[in-house]
């Protein structure tokens, strides 16, 4: 089974609208971590936030926030005023185990594109 | 701070002949990994160092992969002989210590294999 399903190839959003990413996880671990990985077209996946299996408010970065929904095991990218720089690959990725665990699995990602 | 480097960015090759990647990961992280990236879709991990020895290469095709982190520090990962469907970028990360456990990613090297 997948561990990181993410179901929408790709989303198009008017510039300064709000959009959703979506993302599951499947996981039979109780501490695990749930992060979102931007990927523009120069290649190099940039870290945006962070969602700790523990945490019990939703975590936000600035114009990100995640919608961490722990019984439907979805945690869901929300962009806030979209700019037309956020066009890229966004990838959600898991990490199962505590801090020290160490390996990531990636989603097959979504391609978002702001539209002027 | 400096960042992840890689080099080189873009590599052809025929197939059958030999490639390597170098890259050296950000100061004073001691873990380091190696991706491949196939076009469409998430990356998926080849082989993760920790300072200069193996945690995990389950997913490393030995037979023609390999991969060396001389000194705990820089690393190369060399492909040979390589195949067609070997084409895809391949990325390095490191992370600290310290942390949730976030990725620090480099620009990747896009391998065409003709």
């Known amino acids: 089974a997948q561990k990181i399903t993410q179901t929408q190839p790709g989303m198009f959003v008017q510039e300064k609208e709000a959009v959703t990413l979506d993302c599951t996880y499947d996981t039979s671990d109780q501490s695990y971590g749930l992060f979102w990985y931007k ?5 190099e996946m940039i870290f945006l936030i962070y969602q700790g299996s523990y945490d019990e408010q939703n ?18 990218l929300v962009i806030s005023a ?9 990838f ?3 990490r199962e185990g505590g801090t020290g665990a160490n390996n990531l699995f990636f989603g097959t990602g979504t391609r978002l594109t702001v539209i002027p | 701070e400096a960042g992840v480097a890689q080099s080189p960015r873009y590599k052809i090759i025929e197939k059958r ?14 873990t380091l ?24 290469d389950s997913q490393l095709p030995k037979d023609r992969f390999s991969a060396e982190r001389l000194k705990g520090v820089d690393s190369t990962l060399k492909i040979q002989p390589a195949k067609l469907e070997d084409s895809a970028v391949y990325l390095c990360a490191s992370r600290r210590t310290e942390g949730v456990g976030e990725q620090f990613f480099g620009p990747g090297t896009r391998l065409t294999v003709l």
């Open chain 2, 33 to 56: 990994y190696w991706y491949q990236q196939i076009l469409g879709q998430g990356p998926k991990l080849l082989i993760q160092f920790q300072n200069n020895g193996v945690v995990d």
């Open chain 1, 59 to 76: 975590a936000t970065e600035g114009r990100y926030s995640l919608n961490f929904q722990k019984a439907r095991k979805s945690a869901n």
């Open chain 1, 39 to 43: 990927q523009p077209s120069s290649g």
């Open chain 1, 92 to 94: 959600c990725a898991m």
């Open chain 2, 17 to 30: 002949q030999s490639v390597a990647f170098w890259c050296n990961p950000i100061s004073g992280h001691a």
């Open chain 1, 82 to 90: 979209s700019q037309l720089g956020d066009s890229a690959m966004y």
